[in-house]
């Protein structure tokens, strides 16, 4: 909250020196103040995401805005503008703007986003919004470790909000040094805070882990910096910049008591009352990268241009020992006492252009992305999930510092065929290596063509289609085990995930895409949009499996506008867009063997989310006479719905039935209006009604101690049905 604080107390300090700027200068200052209030019929926490509205009642209206800029006969060249916007709410945003024309400008601004989640959980922890949770004094550990022997859960629950501030201020300075050279730099501080949450689990099998959602504290700060020199003229142009960020966790971990009793495969004293559990929150680290870009014109044909970046990552914070339990026995020491991570980057990229003849353009271009981890491996003789004593040196796992290598090439040609006919087509070609990874190499080839028409005077088409087919050198679903292991620990064969199991961005993948647009406006008052997109994956090139198998999108959309008379219109659009996606694998155990071959055992999902959304929407202006009597009034309406379903089926082995549908439904319609008493004031009003509808079979009417392993938070899906009120009086003066 450092930000707010400054920022609110200059201010008022800001306000008086804005007249003396002004009287510096020969133009006269300028402003327009709103000052009134919103109304809410009722209390939503939800609602309050992005708005900081809550509470039902009043809420204070003030936004302004206070300028002066010289005449335009005048020798001043410096003007500036002071604006500020729901001035008093969690949403508030002040903005400086300072220039003088042709040599520098400055601006300075703040913005406050909320974000409400939801105010409905309850914990029966102490501690609530810090890095320490405790169970209260009288609570009891079920011996059958499960939540259904929480004896003592319901008398010591306590309320528990999940929300957090974003306040963020950005600088910006420029300066001419002379006609071809200039300076910027970005200044940018934000500070973040709240309550967010997070799932605890103490455990180390398939049958023993028990969890916890528990709230976790936010008190993030990040600074970032860029500053950039650049050259330009009509034949070169150049510069180089330097960006540094720096992001800083004023907490550093959440320690939780273990409310479960002792578990079979538990270690003595990891049970309550003596067990804890500790989860580590994002760790401070830093980042800097030098850029050096240019571009040269050989004529007005040609043109070569590179960017060429090269950066370094690191995080060397302190390590938390293997467990924060007291009782487990720990006779190996951490290998080290902080991880000293670092990630070196480098990125280029080289573009060629050409125009050979005035109807054909063509582009060639060339781009290396290198991820480099320089991380040093260790031997980490671990702990199972604060639930063991430690294993032996040999069951040690080596951490995988994961680089990789992209290189692309772009080859692409422009026809500008007849007038007003326009073709496009093109490759692309690019691969990968990677290091500690299932797939140590893969390339991919991208063909597209696309075909502008712009013929007629009322109409215009485009058509863009692309196919690409990406192939891996060779799947390898035990690499990282046998990489994560001292050698010999784990045979050819070992594996932990299902060997027939693929992730779906490191394997075999064709892919479809297609795109139509087109547009009609017969006359100078109507105009009709029709938009298609699909895109096609197919991940299944061999029989046998398993992982995401195909994904579909798809998308129409149609939008048209109205304009009868000047000063009014009508718009309308809606928009219908699908999701598919179909996986599949098969449900098996270490300690039944065979089953990994078992094809009785295999399940499959098919998921599918429709989204439909459509807009209505007047506006009608009437301008005033000598400044009385304008006024503005309009509707806008708005219906969006998504519904999503899973399908879950399986082999003679498997029970499943369909998941319930979700569905999220927001209605809002809003009327609004102003109009101007004489050219120094008006009056602005605005009625919205909105209607959130939502439904999550995870989150509705599930107890929180409903699973007999997890221990929820019990909060519902978001719903409200409410109305928001403004009126504000709007006064101008020069």
């Given at each position: 909250?450092?930000?707010?604080?400054t920022?609110?107390?200059?201010?008022?300090?800001?306000?008086?020196?804005?007249?003396?700027?002004?009287?510096?200068?020969?133009?006269?200052?300028e402003?327009?103040?709103?000052?009134?209030?919103?109304y809410?019929?009722?209390?939503?926490y939800r609602?309050?995401?992005y708005?900081?509205?809550?509470?039902?009642?009043w809420?204070?209206?003030?936004?302004?805005?206070?300028?002066?800029?010289?005449?335009?006969?005048?020798?001043?060249?410096?003007?500036w503008?002071?604006?500020?916007?729901r001035?008093?709410?969690?949403?508030?945003r002040?903005?400086f703007?300072?220039?003088?024309?042709?040599?520098?400008?400055?601006?300075a601004?703040y913005?406050?986003?909320?974000?409400?989640?939801?105010?409905?959980?309850v914990?029966?922890?102490?501690?609530?919004?810090?890095?320490?949770?405790?169970?209260?004094s009288?609570?009891?550990?079920?011996?059958?470790?499960?939540?259904?022997?929480?004896?003592?859960l319901?008398q010591?629950?306590?309320p528990?909000?999940?929300?957090?501030?974003?306040?963020?201020?950005?600088?910006?300075?420029?300066q001419?040094?002379?006609?071809?050279w200039?300076?910027?730099?970005?200044?940018?501080?934000?500070?973040?805070?709240g309550?967010?949450?997070?799932?605890?689990?103490?455990?180390?099998?398939?049958?023993?882990p028990r969890?916890?959602?528990?709230?976790?504290?936010?008190?993030?700060?990040?600074?970032?910096?860029?500053?950039t020199?650049?050259?330009?003229?009509?034949?070169?142009?150049f510069?180089?910049?330097l960006?540094?960020?720096?992001?800083?966790?004023?907490?550093?971990s959440?320690?939780?008591?273990?409310?479960?009793g002792?578990?079979?495969?538990?270690?003595?004293?990891?049970?309550?009352?003596?067990?804890?559990?500790?989860?580590?929150?994002?760790?401070?680290?830093?980042a800097m990268?030098?850029?050096?870009?240019?571009?040269?014109?050989?004529?007005?044909?040609?043109r070569?241009?590179?960017?060429?970046s090269?950066?370094?990552?690191?995080?060397?914070?302190?390590?938390f020992p293997?467990?924060?339990?007291?009782?487990l026995?720990?006779?190996v020491?951490?290998?080290?006492?902080?991880?000293?991570?670092?990630?070196?980057?480098?990125?280029?990229?080289?573009?060629?252009?050409?125009?050979?003849t005035?109807?054909?353009?063509?582009?060639?271009?060339?781009?290396?992305?290198?991820?480099d981890?320089?991380?040093?491996?260790?031997e980490?003789?671990?702990?199972?999930?604060?639930?063991?004593?430690?294993?032996?040196?040999?069951?040690?796992?080596?951490?995988?510092?994961y680089s990789?290598e992209?290189?692309?090439?772009?080859?692409?040609a422009?026809?500008?065929?007849?007038?007003?006919v326009?073709?496009r087509?093109?490759?692309?070609?690019?691969?990968?290596?990677?290091?500690?990874?299932?797939?140590?190499?893969?390339?991919?080839?991208?063909l597209?063509?696309?075909?502008?028409?712009?013929r007629?005077?009322k109409?215009?088409?485009?058509?863009?289609?692309?196919?690409?087919?990406?192939?891996?050198?060779?799947?390898?679903?035990?690499?990282?085990?046998?990489?994560?292991?001292?050698p010999?620990?784990?045979?050819?064969?070992?594996?932990?995930?299902?060997?027939?199991?693929r992730?779906?961005?490191?394997?075999?993948?064709?892919?479809?895409?297609?795109r139509?647009?087109?547009d009609?406006f017969?006359?100078?008052?109507?105009?009709?949009?029709?938009?298609s997109?699909?895109?096609?994956?197919?991940?299944?090139?061999?029989?046998?499996?398993?992982?995401?198998?195909?994904?579909?999108?798809?998308?129409?959309?149609?939008d048209?506008?109205?304009?009868?008379?000047?000063?009014?219109?009508f718009?309308a659009?809606?928009?219908?867009?699908?999701?598919?996606s179909?996986?599949?694998?098969?449900?098996?155990?270490?300690?039944?063997?065979?089953?990994?071959?078992?094809?009785?055992?295999?399940?499959?999902?098919?998921?599918?989310?429709?989204?439909?959304?459509?807009?209505?929407?007047?506006?009608?202006?009437?301008p005033?006479?000598?400044?009385?009597g304008?006024?503005?009034?309009g509707?806008d309406?708005?219906?969006s719905?998504?519904?999503s379903?899973i399908?879950?089926?399986?082999?003679?082995?498997?029970?499943?039935?369909p998941?319930?549908t979700?569905?999220?439904?927001?209605?809002?319609?809003?009327?609004?209006?102003?109009?101007?008493?004489?050219?120094?004031?008006?009056?602005?009003?605005s009625?919205?009604?909105q209607?959130?509808?939502?439904?999550?079979?995870?989150?509705?009417?599930v107890?929180?101690?409903?699973?007999s392993?997890?221990?929820?938070?019990?909060?519902?899906?978001?719903?409200?049905?409410?109305?928001?009120l403004?009126?504000?009086?709007?006064?101008?003066?020069d």
């Open positions: 909250m450092k930000i707010k604080h920022i609110l107390n200059t201010l008022c300090s800001g306000l008086l020196i804005l007249p003396m700027a002004a009287n510096a200068a020969d133009g006269e200052v402003g327009e103040f709103d000052i009134g209030g919103w809410l019929s009722e209390d939503s609602f309050g995401k708005t900081g509205l809550t509470d039902d009642g809420e204070p209206v003030l936004n302004f805005k206070i300028w002066s800029a010289p005449d335009w006969d005048s020798d001043d060249t410096t003007s503008q002071f604006q500020g916007w001035v008093g709410l969690d949403s508030m002040l903005k703007d300072y220039a003088n024309q042709g040599t520098r400008s400055f601006s601004d913005r406050e986003i909320p974000n409400f989640r939801f105010s409905d959980g914990s029966p922890y102490n501690g609530i919004g810090s890095g320490v949770l405790s169970l209260p009288d609570w009891v550990g079920p011996a059958n470790g499960t939540t259904s022997s929480f004896a003592t319901q010591n629950l306590k528990v909000r999940s929300s957090w501030e974003r306040q963020r201020l950005d600088l910006n300075f420029s001419v040094i002379n006609r071809d200039d300076f910027n730099i970005d200044l940018r501080h934000e500070e973040k805070d309550v967010g949450t997070f799932g605890g689990v103490i455990g180390n099998s398939g049958g023993n969890a916890v959602v528990l709230p976790r504290p936010i008190d993030w700060e990040t600074d970032i910096m860029e500053a020199f650049s050259f330009a003229n009509a034949r070169y142009q510069g180089f910049s960006f540094s960020s720096w992001f800083d966790n004023g907490q550093k959440v320690t939780w008591d273990n409310p479960y002792q578990r079979s495969g538990w270690a003595d004293g990891v049970g309550f009352p003596d067990g804890q559990g500790l989860y580590s929150l994002e760790p401070s680290n830093e990268q030098f850029r050096a870009y240019g571009g040269i014109n050989f004529d007005n044909r040609s070569l241009s590179a960017d060429i090269v950066g370094s990552m690191e995080q060397d914070n302190t390590l293997y467990s924060v339990n007291p009782a026995s720990v006779d020491p951490l290998p080290r006492t902080a991880m000293d991570a670092k990630i070196d980057t480098t990125f280029a990229n080289i573009r060629y252009t050409a125009r050979p005035d109807r054909v353009s063509v582009l060639a271009a060339y781009t290396l992305d290198d991820r981890n320089k991380t040093a491996r260790d980490w003789i671990y702990i199972g999930g604060d639930s063991q004593n430690q294993k032996d040196p040999e069951d040690a796992r080596i951490n995988l510092p990789y992209k290189k692309k090439w772009d080859l692409n422009t026809w500008r065929a007849k007038r007003g326009r073709i087509g093109g490759i692309e070609s690019s691969d990968i290596t990677r290091t500690f990874s299932e797939v140590l190499g893969s390339d991919e080839t991208r597209f063509a696309s075909l502008n028409l712009n007629w005077e109409a215009s088409l485009s058509f863009d289609y692309s196919t690409s087919e990406r192939d891996i050198d060779g799947y390898q679903g035990n690499r990282t085990l046998i990489l994560s292991h001292l010999g620990a784990e045979g050819p064969d070992d594996f932990e995930n299902l060997p027939a199991l992730k779906y961005n490191q394997t075999d993948r064709e892919r479809d895409e297609f139509f647009r087109a009609f017969p006359s100078t008052r109507f105009n009709l949009a029709f938009v997109s699909w895109s096609d994956n197919d991940y299944n090139d061999s029989d046998g499996l398993f992982g995401l198998q195909k994904s579909e999108v798809s998308m129409f959309s149609v048209a506008g109205l304009y009868p008379r000047d000063g009014l219109s718009t659009y809606y928009t219908m867009e699908e999701y598919d179909e996986q599949s694998s098969r449900s098996w155990n270490s300690r039944t063997p065979g089953s990994e071959d078992d094809p009785e055992r295999n399940w499959f999902a098919n998921s599918e989310d429709d989204v439909t959304t459509w807009n209505m929407a007047f506006r009608y202006e009437q005033g006479d000598s400044g009385r304008g006024m503005e009034f509707m309406y708005t219906k719905e998504v519904e379903d399908n879950v089926f399986g082999a003679s082995r498997i029970t499943a039935t998941l319930p979700l569905v999220s439904e927001m209605t809002s319609w809003t009327i609004f209006g102003s109009y101007d008493i004489n050219e120094r004031s008006g009056l602005r009003l009625y919205e009604k209607d959130l509808s939502t439904r999550d079979f995870s989150l509705d009417n107890p929180i101690d409903g699973p392993n997890a221990l929820l938070l019990g909060q519902s899906s978001a719903n409200y049905d409410l109305s928001l403004m009126l504000s009086y709007t006064h101008r003066y």
